[in-house]
């Protein structure tokens, strides 16, 4: 992984944790938290930790994983997000990175 992917993904963090120090009170960083109350912090994920995290995701990604039923298809950094949030799903990192 380049050192690229990680100082994107730390700046990102660095932007995010600046976010919320702008407050000590617990109460005002659950409202700097909510994209309702601070839509900035929405920007921050969205333009910032969102893209770095692909970045990373994509770095080893193969471009095709062999499906045993339709042959090959195409991988993607979501459907790498997507498989790996699945509750109670075992898979493995064989044909994905």
């Not at 944790?17 to 009170?25: E, I, L, N, Q, V």
């Not at 912090?41 to 893209?51: F, I, K, Q, S, T």
């Not at 770095?52 to 045993?68: C, F, S, T, W």
Request: hydrophobic residues 40%; glycine residues 10%; charged residues 20%.
């Amino acid at each position: 992984m380049s050192t690229g992917l990680l100082r994107s993904v730390s700046g990102a963090v660095d932007l995010i944790m600046a976010h919320f120090g702008r407050s000590r009170d617990p109460e005002s960083k659950v409202r700097l938290g909510s994209s309702a109350h601070s839509p900035a912090v929405a920007g921050l994920v969205l333009e910032h930790l969102c893209p770095a995290i692909q970045g990373v995701l994509e770095d080893g990604l193969r471009d095709h994983k062999l499906d045993y039923v339709i042959g090959q298809c195409r991988n993607h950094a979501w459907k790498v997000v997507e498989i790996s949030t699945r509750m109670g799903t075992r898979w493995h990192l064989h044909g994905w990175v």
